[in-house]
Every structure is written in C-alpha cells, then in structure tokens.
C-alpha cells in the first residue's frame, strides 16, 4: 500500500495531485492507499475503487495525539469516502477526554468502518486490540515521546505485534526498499504501507542535496 501525502507547505499538498499520486500508485499494482484530509480522500475516491486508508491529522494541544484524535474528525473521513479509519492508539490522553475504546466503539457503530490502530509499542498494541481495533499499524514508532530514540522501521516491534496480536499487523513507517518491505512480510506483516520512499518529493530532495553539500 502506498501512502500519498504531502506537507502542508509542498505545492503537492493539493487534492488533484494526491489523487493522481494515488491513481499511479494503483495502477501499477498497489493494493490500496493511506490519505490524510477528508478534501484529498474525496478527491483519491473519486478517481479510485480500491481501498482507502483515511486520517485526519490535527494538532489540538495540548494533547500529543495528532493522527485522527477525535470522533468527528473520524465522521469526516468516513464520510469523503474512507473503508478504513487510521486513529492513534497510544494510551496518551486525547483532546475532549475521550477514550480510545469509546472511539473504536463510535467508528464501529456510527460509521461502520473499521479501525487501524496507529501504535509505537507492544503495549499498546495489545490494547488497542483489546479496545476492539481491526488491525494494527507500527505507525508511531520513532514519532512519540517513548520511542523517540528508535528510528523505524521497527521491524523487532513488527514481529513481537505478529506473535501477539490476534489482528492482522500492518508494518508502516521507515520502509525505504523492497528489501525491506520484503522484510516485513517475511516477518509476517499482513501488508505494508510504503510513504516517503515513493511519494515523498520534498524530503527526498532534502536529503539529496543535504548529502551532495555534506560530501
């Protein structure tokens, strides 16, 4: 699967240009996408029939949860057309006080969509399954306070989430090579999310001219 997003401040943070980012991607045997924003999910539906991963990332401080943290921000990308609902579900406390049971709860019967549980650790992958979580997602891993030491891909999270969770586990952040997407699923992924190494143009740019001026 491949993830088409782009930063706020990229020209490629346009509904029509993730749709065609989108749209490539499928056609060349991706098997579905992750989009952030409901404008760009609506734009990505309406080009495609294939599965939509959907989130919604907004900053509410003083909460660190961004991905997705709210119910209606949920609704919302149900709404433009998402099969999918990616939510972080770290234990961290999310904005108006709401639980991540009672909003995996509110997806399921309100919207009936399921989850993907955005994680950074075993524990909370655990719980995110027992909250009722769909799948799993190693997402968060190296992007939040307890594990901003690791750079991702977690691929010994990956493998402990496979052995212990009754879900399927999706292996995303860190993916830079077939190799290692190869890897994942070795290591018993049910699928994987590939971002930056594909769709990323303004970070990869960055890191080509940060090495040449390094060299």
């Known amino acids: 699967m491949v993830s088409c997003q782009a930063p706020a ?3 490629l943070h346009n509904a029509s ?16 996408v992750r ?3 409901p404008a760009h999910i609506q734009a990505v539906r309406s080009r495609c029939d294939s599965p939509i991963i959907g989130l919604w990332k907004q900053v509410i401080p003083p909460s660190a949860v961004y991905i997705t943290p709210q119910f209606h921000h949920a609704e919302a990308v149900a709404q433009a057309g998402s099969d999918i609902i990616a939510i972080d579900a770290t234990q961290r406390p999310r904005p108006g006080g709401e639980t991540l049971a009672q909003l995996i709860q509110r997806i399921h019967d309100h919207l009936g969509k399921a989850v993907m549980a955005d994680v950074d650790t075993l524990d909370h992958a655990i719980r995110a399954v027992e909250a009722g979580a769909d799948c799993v997602g190693t ?25 212990q969770c009754s879900v ?13 997407a190869r890897q994942a699923l070795d ?3 049910f699928a994987v999310v590939v971002g930056t190494a594909i769709t990323g143009v303004d970070n990869l740019v960055t890191s080509y001219l940060n090495g040449i001026r390094q060299s």
């Open 9 to 11: 401040d990229s020209p």
């Open 17 to 32: 240009v993730i749709a065609a980012m989108a749209k490539a991607a499928l056609n060349r045997g991706a098997v579905g």
């Open 35 to 37: 989009i952030d924003t």
């Open 139 to 163: 997402t968060l891993y190296g992007y939040t306070e307890d594990t901003q030491h690791q750079t991702p891909p977690g691929f010994d999270l990956l493998k402990a989430m496979v052995d």
């Open 168 to 180: 399927p586990v999706i292996c995303e952040g860190g993916i830079a090579s077939p190799a290692q």
């Open 187 to 189: 290591l018993g992924a």
